[in-house]
């Protein structure tokens, strides 16, 4: 079973921008391997999905990101990143990743990684 620890949030400012790491906690290079997608959570509400990329590195969007978001992946560390600019008040959630087959995350979910974007 994968377990994913995520890492680089944290309290920033409206506008700034933070850069979100994910990696497989046992370095098995499954991420070489797989499509990865990064999903978030805001209180109350249900986990949603933000972006992924593909083994071969194109990547899709959740509207709400485009323009603002990019992920990537470094299959050497066997990581993935998120890349967040011109952050939003409406950016708050915890921030999850996961392997995905086809666009379903299959793996056990980590502790994910907080951010809070303040006004």
């Known amino acids: 079973q994968v377990q994913f620890v995520e890492s680089g949030g944290g309290l920033v400012q409206e506008g700034g921008s933070l850069r979100l790491s994910c990696a497989d906690s046992?370095?098995?290079?499954?991420?070489?391997?797989?499509?990865i997608g990064w999903y978030r959570q805001a209180p109350g509400k249900q986990r949603e999905f933000v972006a992924r990329?593909?083994?071969?590195?194109?990547?899709v969007y959740t509207d709400s990101v485009k323009g603002r978001f990019t992920i990537s992946r470094d299959s050497a560390k066997n990581s993935v990143y998120l890349q967040m600019n011109s952050v939003k008040p409406e950016d708050t959630a915890v921030y999850y990743c996961?392997?995905?087959?086809?666009?379903?995350?299959?793996?056990?979910w980590g502790q994910g990684t907080q951010v809070t974007v303040s006004s």
């Open positions: 996961n392997v995905l087959v086809g666009e379903v995350p299959v793996s056990a």
């Open positions: 046992r370095d098995r290079g499954i991420f070489g391997d797989n499509a």
């Open positions: 990329i593909s083994r071969s590195g194109s990547t």
